[in-house]
């Protein structure tokens, strides 16, 4: 789902919106048995495909001595899902290194649409408690994903990579 090209994403963008389709997890395992060969198709949960968010976490370095009260993300979406459609309410840091937390960390406090980074995407920007962030760290590069949903229920999620010292 994840690491898809622009063309990819160009396909999958607008039925997306339109179906909101729900697609059933299919994994595929190759067996291989004393040169008898088996494959095996396997049916998981269903997962509603989420749109795939650009998010940028900063600060870049985190030091866990420091004592700032929040830890920023700013959230850009593909063309067509404008970022003033996502419910503020729901935006979280929802895994670590791919590792989903079991309570995520919503986001609260100010937000604010603008161009942080100034390449005339609109990014929404939401705030963390730092305190609440930072306990869930080791020093060390560490993957945050900031997921949440937009008013029509539709999934985004998105990661950025810091350093944590
Ligand atoms: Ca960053
Ligand atoms: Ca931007």
Redesign the pocket.
């Known amino acids: 789902m994840f690491g898809l090209d622009e063309t990819t994403l160009g396909i999958v963008d607008a039925p997306v919106r339109e179906i909101k389709s729900v697609l059933a997890a299919v994994s595929l395992e190759l067996k291989s048995d004393g040169g008898k060969v088996e494959l095996e198709i396997s049916l998981t949960e269903p997962t509603v495909l989420a749109v795939p968010a650009v998010v ?3 600060p ?1 370095t985190l030091n866990l001595k420091s004592r700032g009260k929040w830890i920023t993300a700013y959230i850009e979406l593909p063309e067509s899902y404008p970022v003033d459609e996502i419910d503020k309410n729901t935006v979280a840091i929802a895994a670590v290194d791919n590792g989903r937390l079991a309570q995520p960390v919503l986001a609260f406090g100010p937000t604010e649409v603008g161009d942080h980074d100034g390449d005339g995407i609109p990014d929404l920007m939401v705030k963390f408690d730092r305190a609440a962030v930072q306990a869930l760290l080791q020093p060390g590069e560490v993957e945050l994903k900031v997921s949440g949903r937009l008013v029509d229920g539709l999934p985004f999620e998105g990661s ?1 990579t ?1 350093m944590v010292r």
Do not use: L, S
Request: glycine share 0%; aromatic share 0%; no cysteine.
């Open positions: 940028d976490i900063d870049d950025d810091i």
